[in-house]
């Protein structure tokens, strides 16, 4: 699914599925979180993690950096600036569906 395709209420099927709406609020909180990190966040394994970070990065959602540090090739994961607006979206549009107030 391309990030076009999305609801006009804002709730977007890419990002609803649960391990993908994880992976987004994480990323929410910091500029980039290291890949083991997510993993451990949400005890899946790296081919899980990986389908799953492959889907948001099709649809322009996350980016990955890659840098060496402590001597391994590390693989940061950031959110872009259309997933971020489209995470903050589709959790306005899962609080308008559940009655909660907008903050």
Known sequence: MKAT?????????????????????????????EFGRVRERLGVSDSVLSKHVGVLMD???????????????????SLTKSGRAAYRAHVAALRAIVGEPQE
Request: with cysteine; proline share 2%.
């Open 59 to 77: 649809a322009g959602y996350v980016q990955q950096t890659k840098a060496v540090r402590d001597t391994r090739q590390r693989v940061w994961l």
């Open 5 to 33: 395709d999305k609801a006009e209420d804002g709730f977007e099927t890419t990002i609803h599925a649960p391990n993908r709406l994880r992976i987004c609020a994480l990323l929410e909180l910091a500029e980039q979180v």
